[in-house]
Nanobody
Framework: QVELVESGGGLVQAGGSLRLSCTATRRSFTGSSLAWYRQAPEKQRELVAVITSSGGTNYADSVKGRFTISRDNDKYTVYLQMNSLKSEDTAVYYC???????????????WGQGTLVTVSS
């Protein structure tokens, strides 16, 4: 079963905005921290933003003040609003869910298939 499905990627000019969406199954969404990662060509995958099940957020320094992560608990969806986009934001963006399942910290994790964001300068 596909647990996470991203949408919203595309081509945008520098300075523009995009909103990514990731719709999850109930199992992958409820009680999970949800995050967006990205991977640019020939670079390692990096964390962009994370939102916990209680709504706490954290961002990579490179996107602070420009990107906003949010979640809709009724729609099992997490969003990434990206403003003031730069060419260096070009990457495949992946949605991730992570849920701790026991007191030892073991967790279950799921990944989306990725959505391409291309920012033209």
């Amino acid at each position: 079963q596909v647990e996470l499905v991203e949408s919203g990627g595309g081509l945008v000019q520098a300075g523009g905005s995009l909103r990514l969406s990731c719709t999850a199954t109930r199992r992958s969404f409820t009680g999970s921290s949800l995050a967006w990662y990205r991977q640019a060509p020939e670079k390692q995958r990096e964390l962009v933003a994370v939102i916990t099940s209680s709504g706490g957020t954290n961002y990579a320094d490179s996107v602070k003040g420009r990107f906003t992560i949010s979640r809709d608990n009724d729609k099992y969806t997490v969003y990434l609003q990206m403003n003031s986009l730069k060419s260096e934001d070009t990457a495949v963006y992946y949605c991730n869910s992570k849920k701790v399942v026991n007191v030892e910290g073991a967790y279950v994790e799921a990944w989306g298939q990725g959505t391409l964001v291309t920012v033209s300068s």
